[in-house]
């Protein structure tokens, strides 16, 4: 490692403050993907300002049809909170399954968001369930914010606050996991609320993607049936050591299926 200016500062505006004044700093979250990068030598940023003290970040709420995370709270309390379990049991689902405990505790949302790794599971989460990603300086839509590999709408300084979650009528993830770190060959997220059916797939291509193949057979009849019944082209989906482009395809509706059998188990 090299040396660089460490602050922890207690508010949001004060750590944006320190981004927007030299380009060459970085938000440091639970340090998970960013210091491995660091010890890589991929990253060599000249400041990292740590987020994880800002309390308005580490607030989880549920209002108003909404659940609201801040963005430095750690996988393992989205996991372990009886109002997330309550309001959204699907999403305390998957952050319960998120690399390994000790990742859970330091990972945050907002760095798995920022960070937008392409086989990264709350993605899946944030574009099925249609959640809105707040920052320093405006709210993005789900839609709106993943742009492709590890490449966000964010602009360089700015920073995720909070995520806000709409509930769902129902809502499930599963995925077919690395062995070895737990991210996902392949997962799947299906929400079913007020305004229709979702799907977002991870892992299985450059960015988290929505099927439209799948939304449409399940907004007809959200099944186990009709996901299975669904066959999804492998011409742009990714090929690697792990998998062919065709197995991973034909997993996406082998997990939607599992995906809905959680759902409905909650
Ligand atoms: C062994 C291992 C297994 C893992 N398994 C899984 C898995 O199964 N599923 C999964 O989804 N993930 C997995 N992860 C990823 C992990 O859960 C973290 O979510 C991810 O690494 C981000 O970590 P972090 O929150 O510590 O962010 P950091 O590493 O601190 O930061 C990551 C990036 O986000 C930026 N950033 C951080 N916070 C903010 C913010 N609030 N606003 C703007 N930018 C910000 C940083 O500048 C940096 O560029 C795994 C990681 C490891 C090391």
Redesign the pocket.
């Known amino acids: 490692m090299y040396t660089f200016d460490y602050q922890r500062p207690g508010q949001a505006d004060a750590a944006v403050a320190v981004l927007t004044a030299n380009g060459d700093a970085?938000?440091?979250?639970?340090?998970?993907?960013?210091?491995p990068t660091m010890r890589l030598r991929l990253a060599q940023p000249s400041a990292l300002v740590d987020?994880t003290r800002i309390a308005s970040m580490k607030d989880i709420t549920v209002s108003g049809g909404t659940v609201t995370i801040g963005?430095?709270v750690c996988?393992a309390r989205v996991a372990s909170s009886a109002d997330v379990k309550k309001a959204l049991p699907g999403l305390a689902d998957l952050a319960g399954r998120?690399?390994?405990r000790q990742?859970r505790e330091?990972?945050?949302i907002?760095?798995?968001l920022?960070?937008d790794?392409p086989a990264?599971?709350?993605p899946a989460a944030v574009l099925a369930l249609n959640a809105t990603v707040v920052t320093d300086r405006r709210r993005i839509a789900a839609d709106d914010f993943f742009l492709g590999m590890y490449e966000t709408a964010?602009q360089p300084d700015?920073?995720?606050t909070a995520v806000e979650f709409p509930l769902a009528e129902r809502a499930g993830y599963e995925k077919f996991?690395n062995p070895a770190?737990?991210?996902?060959l392949v997962g799947v997220f299906v929400a079913k609320g007020v305004t229709g059916v979702r799907v977002a797939v991870t892992g299985a291509a450059a960015s988290v993607f929505r099927p439209t193949e799948l939304e449409a057979a399940l907004s007809k009849d959200f099944s186990v049936a009709a996901a299975r019944g669904v066959k999804i082209s492998p011409d742009t989906l990714n090929e690697d050591m792990h998998a062919s482009a065709e197995y991973r395809a034909h997993l996406i509706p082998v997990l939607a299926g599992r995906a809905i059998e959680r759902a409905n188990a909650f």
């Open positions: 970085k938000y440091l979250a639970g340090g998970q993907s960013l210091l987020v963005a430095a996988h998120i690399g390994d990742v330091r990972g945050t907002g760095g798995s920022a960070n790794d990264a599971c709350y964010l700015e920073l995720i996991r770190s737990h991210f996902a």
